[in-house]
């Protein structure tokens, strides 16, 4: 069974600083797709970034990059020079079959601070 | 285009009622999904519909039920409700097979 887990439950940097979010995952599949999604107070996931298991190259977007490490079963995010806006709490998901449905793991809150 | 809307956002009701949560799709989604949140936790799969047709359904007992209509809206229906039903409820709609966008969910408190 598909289990992904997050191992930080809160963090806490200051305004500018990096922060790594950790998701590490298990799958007997040998070719899935990874998410990680945002929820802000407001509720919604909002939707950051699909990888398939095929693509290990690292992924940058804007202040957001992606280090996927198959042989280690990880899939860790970073956001660079944090800003109060960041603040959220951070999920990674692995579906059960093609795209879904989603196993979530328990998500970390990140709480970046002026 | 229309985002995913789910409505109400937040209701309270007793131990042992019934309730029904809405969820309309965004526009040209033909997929709907099901999410349970619990307070502290990650979501968890209720069921999910396609072309009005249940076609998948996570650990939950039956209790919990659900209906996509033609124009792809849903509604999540439980009976029975008990007070570990309280949580947040996602609504996520998708083309088949592609990634889920979600609404911002609907806050149920069961006293």
């Known amino acids: 069974a598909q289990k992904v887990t997050q191992a930080q439950t809160e963090i806490s940097v200051v305004e500018k600083e990096d922060v790594t979010l950790d998701c590490v995952y298990e799958?007997?599949?040998?070719?899935?797709?990874l998410f990680w999604y945002k929820q802000p107070p407001s509720g919604e996931l909002v939707f950051l970034i699909r990888r398939n298991s095929f693509d290990e190259q690292n992924e940058i977007s804007g202040r957001y990059s992606w280090n996927f490490q198959k042989s280690t079963s990880s899939f860790n995010f970073t956001i660079t020079a944090s800003q109060v806006v960041d603040s959220a709490v951070y999920f990674c998901a692995l579906p059960v079959s093609g795209n879904t449905p989603l196993v979530f793991g328990k998500g970390t809150r990140l709480s970046v601070i002026a | 285009e229309t985002g995913v809307t789910q409505s109400p956002t937040h209701l309270i009701k007793t131990r042992g009622q019934q309730v029904t949560l809405r969820c309309s799709s965004q526009s040209g989604h033909n997929t709907v999904s099901w999410y349970q949140q619990a307070l502290g936790q990650g979501p968890q799969f209720i069921f999910q519909?396609?072309?009005?047709?249940?076609?998948g359904r996570g650990n939950f007992p039956p209790r919990f039920s659900g209906l996509q209509f033609p124009n792809y809206s849903s509604e999540l229906n439980v009976n029975a409700l008990e007070l570990d039903d309280s949580a947040l409820y996602l609504c996520?709609?998708?083309?088949?097979?592609?990634?889920?966008?979600f609404g911002s969910g609907t806050q149920l408190s069961v006293l």
């Open positions: 519909y396609y072309r009005e047709e249940e076609n």
């Open positions: 799958t007997r599949d040998t070719t899935y797709y």
């Open positions: 996520a709609s998708s083309l088949r097979g592609e990634k889920l966008f």
